[in-house]
């Protein structure tokens, strides 16, 4: 397995702000991912986080409000931009593994935004 | 698209032995994974099928049918512990993980 680290672990923001979720691996991967999880609900998945270019978002997500970078195999940041308490959740890094093909979540960020 | 069904939720005494069903309609199917999380915490990794067949982990198996459609996780020997959601996701062959709404599993003494 992997080991993932997520900063911050958790938040509390005021509306309008933006915040930066940083995803460090200690180990090579081959993708990394980001997901949502709102409250009571299961997740859902964000984009993938491509090395050295843009991200790909899924439906309903867009990259003004989600800006994503991946300047490396081990380390990606995802940015929730103009927030409002709508996207308070907790934002989880996923990787897949190159060894096993397994997928692994990161410890997750919980977001509160007043 | 991916369309995932799993139980709301399970109860069982500790001891017992519980299996939670999965079934999954996928335009393109890549592995399926089960995850356990406990309130408050991230999914942590439990298995992952590819194959058809069961896999086994120590208390912890999981069976796939890909004709079917198919999965179950099976909990031997249920601990206090045991007690949280257990989540079936499907990946697709763009390696995007789809998840179902989650099982709830409350275990008794």
């Known amino acids: 397995s992997a080991v993932i680290s997520q900063k911050p672990s958790r938040d509390i923001c005021q509306r309008g702000t933006s915040l930066t979720i940083q995803c460090q691996v200690d180990s090579q991967v081959t993708m990394m991912f980001w997901y949502r999880q709102q409250p009571g609900q299961s997740l859902t998945l964000i984009a993938t986080?491509?090395?050295?270019?843009?991200?790909?978002?899924e439906s309903g997500f867009v990259i003004d409000k989600f800006p994503i970078s991946r300047p490396n195999l081990t380390f990606s940041t995802l940015t929730v931009s103009n927030m409002s308490p709508e996207d308070s959740s907790i934002y989880l890094c996923?990787?897949?593994?190159?060894?096993?093909?397994?997928?692994?979540f990161g410890p997750g960020t919980r977001l509160t935004v007043l | 698209g991916q369309n995932i069904d799993q139980p709301t939720e399970m109860t069982a005494t500790e001891g017992a032995i519980v299996q939670i069903n999965c079934t999954y309609q996928?335009?393109?199917?890549?592995?399926l994974f089960w995850y356990q999380q406990h309130a408050g915490e991230a999914p942590t990794f439990l298995s992952y099928?590819?194959?058809?067949g069961l896999e086994e982990k120590g208390r912890f198996s999981s069976f796939l049918s890909r004709s079917k459609g198919y999965s179950y996780l099976l909990l031997k020997e249920l601990q206090m512990k045991d007690s949280a959601s257990y989540l079936c996701?499907?990946?697709?062959?763009?390696?995007?993980?789809?998840f179902g709404a989650g099982t709830t599993v409350t275990v008794r003494a």
């Open positions: 986080a491509n090395q050295g270019s843009e991200a790909t978002y």
């Open positions: 996923s990787v897949r593994m190159i060894s096993s093909n397994e997928q692994f």
């Open positions: 996928t335009s393109g199917f890549n592995g």
């Open positions: 099928n590819v194959l058809d």
């Open positions: 996701a499907v990946r697709s062959s763009d390696y995007k993980l789809s």
